[in-house]
């Protein structure tokens, strides 16, 4: 039986904004929500809790409050909401539209290079945000417990084993941090386990489904997302972006844009790794589920599967595309397939 697990990081853009808060993140949040209440698919948000702590600190009071609207409504309609941590927020300090902050404060792991000082700003943090999370959603589901987890950035190192024991102490009992095969920015999963689903320490994994295509295989899933994506650079079309990602990379004006949109082409089109994102190509995210799942026998083995969307990033053609995925997902795997939230997950763990 595989179980999917939709899930969205609850967060802003990390280099700068180029909108409001409210419509960087709670309108398209707004509508995956809407969109998934329409399909039926529960949903799993990480909430990026520091943000919103550091947003109030700086007066933000309408955002804070209208996100802490919008998580207690996904609960109250059957989602689920749970931790996502980007400690950089305690420290972040606006310049502009963008925010500055220590390269080192951005994952738990790195928050203190002495690593009992570092133990305590986690177990700090953690507590910090279970204590909030379920002060916030209690009020309208009774018997909420924050359970699951997602790190920042995904970087569960290098104190993988530290963290790991903080999170269970303070009652998370599942992981969705690890893609299999994931190489970037300051992540190493090359070596993790390519199966869905396993015991980690004293955590259970839910992993993203991550596939390596072949060059062939690569080009003709990409192409299209490749093209589309070499046009808006081209285009220099402003309203697919809502912001940027840290650390923020300079455009070199001196490059015409043409010429930034063909080695954008080349680059997209030749990348053969892929995760199971909620992107614009239903047929790529298809592809990715069906090699990640190959060699499991997931009609009789227990497959625990993730999905990642970011709605700050997502569009209607993002939705239009999640749709579709989800309808080939219930055809493909017909009653061997199964929807939850890792709330639930966590819960059927603990009874045992």
Request: glycine share 6%; proline share 5%.
């Amino acid at each position: 039986m595989i179980t999917l697990y939709y899930t969205a990081d609850y967060e802003l853009f990390m280099g700068c904004n180029h909108l409001s808060p409210q419509q960087a993140l709670l309108e398209p949040t707004a509508d995956l929500l809407e969109q998934c209440e329409q399909w039926q698919i529960p949903l799993t948000l990480f909430a990026d809790v520091a943000c919103l702590w550091r947003f109030r600190q700086w007066g933000e009071h309408d955002f804070v409050e209208l996100a802490e609207g919008q998580l207690q409504q996904a609960v109250a309609t059957g989602h689920d909401v749970q931790l996502h941590l980007h400690p950089h927020w305690l420290v972040a300090e606006r310049q502009g539209k963008g925010f500055h902050f220590p390269a080192n404060a951005y994952a738990l792991a790195t928050m203190a290079t002495d690593e009992k000082e570092c133990a305590r700003h986690i177990h700090a943090l953690v507590q910090q945000g279970v204590d909030y999370l379920q002060a916030l959603l209690r009020p309208v589901k009774a018997h909420y417990r924050c359970t699951a987890f997602r790190a920042g950035g995904y970087r569960l190192d290098p104190r993988r084993e530290l963290l790991l024991s903080i999170l269970s102490d303070h009652g998370l009992q599942v992981d969705s941090s690890i893609i299999p095969g994931y190489r970037q920015a300051g992540v190493d999963f090359s070596q993790e386990p390519t199966h869905p689903g396993w015991v980690m320490g004293p955590m259970f994994e839910v992993p993203i489904a991550a596939a390596t295509f072949t060059p062939w295989q690569a080009r003709r899933l990409g192409w299209r997302g490749a093209w589309r994506e070499a046009m808006a650079i081209f285009l220099q079309h402003p309203s697919r972006q809502r912001g940027e990602a840290w650390p923020l990379q300079a455009v070199d004006a001196t490059v015409p844009a043409w010429k930034r949109a063909y080695w954008h082409f080349h680059s997209r089109i030749n990348r053969t790794f892929a995760h199971l994102a909620m992107g614009e190509d239903p047929w790529v995210m298809r592809k990715v589920l069906q090699h990640f799942l190959q060699g499991t026998d997931w009609k009789e083995t227990d497959c625990h599967v993730a999905i990642i969307g970011h709605p700050k990033a997502m569009f209607s053609s993002h939705l239009t595309a999640l749709v579709q995925f989800h309808r080939w997902s219930l055809d493909d795997y017909g009653p061997h397939i199964r929807l939850a939230t890792l709330g639930e997950l966590a819960a059927q763990r603990v009874k045992g």
